[in-house]
């Protein structure tokens, strides 16, 4: 997120979880501040949740290698 884009998101995510704190939704306070945590880290680290998925699938695609062909499954 380069530019504007990302301390904007940052502010509306904390404008977002100051008023629903305010209304006593404390269930979506906690998850605007854990979105928030999430934009800070992929920004700051450079991973983000589809490095994880793809690190899993090619994970479990080496795992399971070719088991079609050597059980003879078609």
């Known amino acids: 997120m380069d530019g504007f884009l990302y301390p904007a998101s940052l502010i509306l995510l904390a404008l977002l979880a100051f008023t ?3 209304t006593n939704n404390t269930i979506m306070a906690t998850i605007m501040v854990i979105i928030a945590i999430y934009i800070v ?3 700051e680290t450079g ?3 589809t490095d994880w998925k793809n690190e ?3 994970s479990l695609d080496k795992s399971v290698g070719n088991y079609n062909e050597e059980n003879d499954i078609k």
Do not use: C, G, L
Request: charged share 25%; hydrophobic share 35%; no cysteine.
């Open 56 to 58: 899993m699938v090619e």
């Open 20 to 22: 629903f704190n305010r």
């Open 41 to 43: 880290y992929s920004h």
């Open 47 to 49: 991973d983000s949740a």
